[in-house]
């Protein structure tokens, strides 16, 4: 293997809010924090360069101005899928209506900030 995806950058007009949100989403945990704002999030047990990409969640001052060309997927690991989905929308996710069948074994969900993501069936073995 040549490469592997060690973080994902997210920017965000509001860091802190987007980095709670993620860490309670994904069981992740505040692992650093630059001078511009900016602050990482990981796994709790591994950090940068463990088996799972961390998130940074970098300050701008720009709305997300139109759609974005990459997304995040999320399966759960400890509940079904519809389970899973209320927990996110709890926390803060809200449906996103993208032109979906209703036959889809996936849901399109927006984090706080806009950002689509989605809620996949398969649940997962945890890391």
Same mark, same amino acid.
């Given at each position: 293997m040549a490469c592997r995806i +060690? &973080? %994902?950058?997210? @920017?965000?007009? *509001? #860091?802190?809010? %987007?980095?709670? !949100?993620? +860490?309670d989403v994904l069981g992740y945990v505040e692992l650093d924090r630059e001078e511009d704002g900016s602050i990482?999030?990981? #796994? #709790? *047990?591994?950090? !940068?360069g463990g088996p799972q990409p961390t998130l940074v969640l970098s300050p701008t001052g720009d709305p997300r101005p139109k759609k974005l060309r990459l997304h995040i997927d999320v399966n759960a690991? @400890?509940? *079904?899928? *519809?389970? &899973? %989905?209320e927990r996110l929308l709890a926390l803060g996710a809200r449906r996103a209506d993208i032109g979906q069948t209703g036959a889809e074994s996936w849901y399109v969900l927006l984090d706080p900030e806009g950002n689509e993501f989605c809620l996949l069936r398969k649940r997962l073995k945890p890391v």
């Open positions: +060690s &973080e %994902l950058v997210i @920017d965000a007009v *509001d #860091p802190e809010r %987007l980095a709670a !949100f993620w +860490s990482e999030i990981g #796994p #709790p *047990d591994a950090g !940068f690991t @400890d509940r *079904d899928q *519809d389970a &899973e %989905l």
